[in-house]
């Protein structure tokens, strides 16, 4: 485990830990407070990978010390440095080094790593960035030799107005959040004809478009939210937009969804949206992705999939297809991060650095990926149904029944078992909720059908 942890989660959880490793007295906020004490080896790899730039500062933000994490949860690091890399491919290409290196001392924990100059994230907290802000809500600081942490973290700048909301943000230019909600919306305009992937573009744009408005009529700028939340005057449309977005979600699960995200992004290439054809190609290669993970008993739906992929499914397919996942997908995450609402990377001044439509189609990003998604698929692994209506079936495996479920009641076979959704659901199962129960239980194998479906009564589950 990369943080042994002691003592009892509070409302809000900020901890220091020394840089030697030994727990320091924690900086609560709420009523008590769990200290957590790295693997030594962890700052070890970061100072190795980084030594050229003198680290002066390492904290974990995020799911782990808010007490959030679930199985796939990654562990947020933000590193600072007094110097690094002005090229921001270059800078990159340090995150996957250090992961690298820690699967290299036998620390498997999907990680993902933010790098920034000291004097980038002064200045980030200078321009009224919600950056810091988001960073602030739960930490664990492992070193903060120069102090930057410290003086930057929860300084009253901005008002918190919302889970991830504020007000008081000047770093976000809102001529550029209306031009990407009408980049989106000409998006789906092109993608008529893609009914399963055009509805997430209508409703970018629509959830875009109503924060842009609230961030200038209210000051309020909201990192994440529905647009049920960003929009008082959300109607009968939008809802039913937002219906057709998770059920063309869904769909992106189901077979031959790899072939129809391929010509979305050839489509979209010939047309000059590279960003959002590289969206598309991407996610192409990640269906097949994800299929391997979920057929070798892993169960991610989002997150560090590059990541979790190499370590846990990457001797499914041949080295030399692992090796470019390796090397394509992990800049391909890195450059959409950079594309849409917000991004973690900063420029000099402290705002946020995006990715231009000329960096989206450099690189040979769009054939590299092209050409792993027809890896994938000349080479499709067994063992693996996706169904539109009773869900995943992944076989030869040992499974419980779901949640709290009396699976001594239930006289189902062993292999395969049927995982039993512990309350009723008024539609099919679909392949997505499917995996999320996956997820949540560690499913490793079976079926997923509601009570009603398998036959059983709805009165044995507690």
Do not use: H
Not at 208 to 213: F, I
């Amino acid at each position: 485990m990369l943080f042994a942890k002691y003592g009892a989660y509070g409302s809000v959880t900020n901890v220091t830990v020394a840089p030697e490793g030994a727990c320091s007295a924690p900086a609560l906020s709420g009523s008590a407070a769990a200290a957590a004490r790295p693997d030594p080896r962890v700052e070890q790899v970061i100072r190795d990978v980084l030594r050229d730039f003198g680290v002066c500062g390492i904290c974990v933000f995020g799911s782990y010390p808010s007490g959030r994490a679930g199985a796939y949860s990654d562990y947020d690091f933000t590193v600072l440095c007094d110097r690094l890399p002005d090229d921001v491919g270059e800078r990159e290409a340090y995150s996957p080094a250090i992961k690298d290196a820690l699967r290299a001392v036998g620390i498997p924990d999907i990680c993902a790593f933010n790098l920034y100059t000291a004097d980038e994230f002064y200045a980030s907290k200078a321009v009224g960035s919600w950056l810091p802000e988001t960073m602030a809500k739960a930490y664990w600081i492992i070193d903060d030799r120069k102090g930057v942490f410290g003086n930057t973290f929860g300084n009253g700048l901005l008002r918190r107005v919302g889970d991830f909301a504020w007000e008081g943000v000047r770093s976000e230019n809102p001529a550029r959040l209306f031009a990407l909600a009408d980049r989106y919306r000409r998006t789906a305009a092109l993608l008529v004809g893609f009914p399963d992937i055009r509805p997430y573009f209508a409703y970018e744009s629509e959830r875009v478009s109503a924060a842009a408005r609230s961030y200038v009529s209210t000051g309020a700028f909201a990192t994440r939210g529905e647009l049920i939340e960003l929009d008082p005057g959300f109607g009968p449309g939008a809802a039913a937009l937002k219906i057709d977005c998770d059920r063309a979600k869904e769909n992106c699960f189901l077979p031959g969804a790899d072939l129809a995200q391929r010509d979305a992004a050839r489509l979209l290439a010939e047309a000059g949206f590279y960003r959002d054809a590289l969206a598309q190609a991407y996610a192409s290669v990640r269906y097949w992705l994800l299929r391997r993970l979920w057929s070798s008993g892993s169960y991610p739906i989002d997150g560090e999939v590059t990541q979790i992929f190499l370590r846990d499914a990457a001797s499914t397919c041949p080295v030399e297809v692992a090796a470019a996942v390796r090397r394509v997908c992990y800049k391909v995450e890195q450059v959409l991060g950079r594309c849409g609402y917000i991004s973690f990377d900063l420029r000099p001044d402290g705002r946020g650095e995006f990715t231009s439509e000329e960096e989206a189609a450099s690189a040979g990003l769009l054939d590299g990926l092209e050409s792993l998604r027809s890896s994938f698929a000349d080479d499709a692994p067994s063992g693996l149904e996706i169904r539109a209506e009773s869900g995943v079936l992944v076989p030869n495996g040992a499974l419980a029944v779901a949640d709290r479920a009396r699976s001594d009641e239930i006289g189902l076979p062993e292999k395969p078992l049927t995982l039993i959704l512990s309350k009723e659901e008024s539609r099919p199962v679909r392949p997505l909720a499917a995996v999320r129960v996956a997820n949540r239980i560690g499913m490793r194998s079976g079926t997923v059908l509601t009570p009603r479906a398998a036959g059983l009564d709805a009165s044995i589950f507690f």
